[in-house]
């Protein structure tokens, strides 16, 4: 399940009526009087939010508002839990794509434009990236994937590289990628389990 969801419903399980109805309230000027009044539970409420996007995983800054109006600082508590754990995995995603863009500029080459419009980079960016890269074929691959990126968004993932990537028949990229993205999960989980590193010179207590 979408943790964002979940956090909504966690956080409209533990609504009152009467902050149920204080929220309602608030949110006169954004939701039609009409589905106010079909609304009965928080996550209602919420959903009405979520489908006019005033409310969104990236952006939650409403929901922020609404507790505080509210003073429960223990759901805003539950939020800020939310958000560094969201923060944490965008850094994460971000390392990813980062260590994978390494791989495609190092190996595509002259086949970037194939990736590229696979990914659905406009034919007049690559014309706009070659004019700025005569000469830097390497350059011409990272800006087609910035291009991308940028347009996606939080859609553009490694594993939407390698499906494009195989789609292209680079096979050998893909299988590249997704070594190197393997091989980090191995180290994060390590890093995650055992932070502290093994000193040979260090004994311990009463050993020689």
């Known amino acids: 399940m979408d943790p964002f969801r979940m956090l909504l419903l966690s956080v409209s399980a533990d609504l009152s009526s009467g902050e149920l109805t204080e929220l309602k309230f608030l949110c006169q000027g954004l939701v ?18 979520l489908e006019q996007k005033d409310l969104e995983a990236e952006h939650t800054e ?23 754990g969201a923060a944490a995995g965008a850094a994460l995603e971000e390392a990813d794509l980062h260590a994978a863009f390494n791989i495609i ?11 590229a419009r696979r990914l659905g980079v406009p034919d007049a960016k690559m014309d706009g990236i070659e004019e700025r890269y005569p000469r830097n074929l390497m350059e011409r691959v990272r800006e087609s994937l910035r291009v991308w990126k940028n347009s996606e968004r939080e859609k553009a993932t490694v594993a ?27 180290q994060d989980g390590s890093e995650a389990v055992s932070p502290m590193r093994w000193d040979p010179d260090t004994h311990p207590s009463g050993a020689p």
């Open 32 to 49: 039609g009087k009409r589905k106010l009044e079909r609304v009965q539970r928080g996550h209602e409420l919420f959903e009405v939010l």
């Open 62 to 84: 409403l929901l922020r508002s609404l507790l505080t109006s509210l003073r429960r600082h223990d759901l805003l508590r539950r939020l800020d839990d939310f958000e560094a």
């Open 105 to 115: 500029c190092d190996n595509v080459g002259k086949d970037w434009k194939r990736l």
């Open 160 to 186: 939407r590289l390698v499906e494009a990537l195989r789609a292209c028949q680079m096979n050998l990229v893909a299988d590249l990628v997704e070594e190197e993205q393997q091989a980090r999960g191995l």
